[in-house]
């Protein structure tokens, strides 16, 4: 059993910055590919970056440039650096861990960009 605890959400000027962070507790944290999806409103949820053990990372295109994530398996913790946001940008964010057959959901955690 994983928890995963997501935090660092807010309000941001577009063009600013944000930090999203994912603690995790429980076992076997290495095991999990790490994820960041996000869901604005009246649209389906959609993954924006995974992060493998191996730290190979994938994003979707629309934040290639502008986002990275990262993971401190130590700190059993991911983060997102968010830059250069943009008010398309808001939406829940939520982290996600995955392995073979099993697939944990955090919270999520709000994210609005506007001036």
């Known amino acids: 059993q994983v928890q995963l605890v997501e935090s660092g959400g807010g309000l941001v000027q577009p063009g600013g910055s944000l930090r999203l962070s994912c603690a995790a507790s429980?076992?076997?944290?290495?095991?999990?590919?790490m994820g960041w999806y996000r869901q604005a409103p009246g649209k389906q949820r959609e993954l924006v970056a995974t992060?493998?053990?191996?730290?190979?990372?994938n994003y979707a295109a629309s934040v290639k440039g502008r986002f990275t994530i990262s993971r401190d398996n130590a700190k059993k913790t991911v983060y997102l650096q968010m830059n250069s946001l943009k008010p398309e940008d808001t939406a829940v964010y939520y982290c996600?861990?995955?392995?073979?057959?099993?697939?944990?959901w955090g919270q999520g955690t709000q994210v609005t960009v506007s001036s």
């Open positions: 996600n861990a995955a392995t073979i057959g099993v697939t944990y």
């Open positions: 429980g076992s076997n944290f290495r095991i999990y590919v």
């Open positions: 992060i493998t053990n191996g730290l190979n990372t």
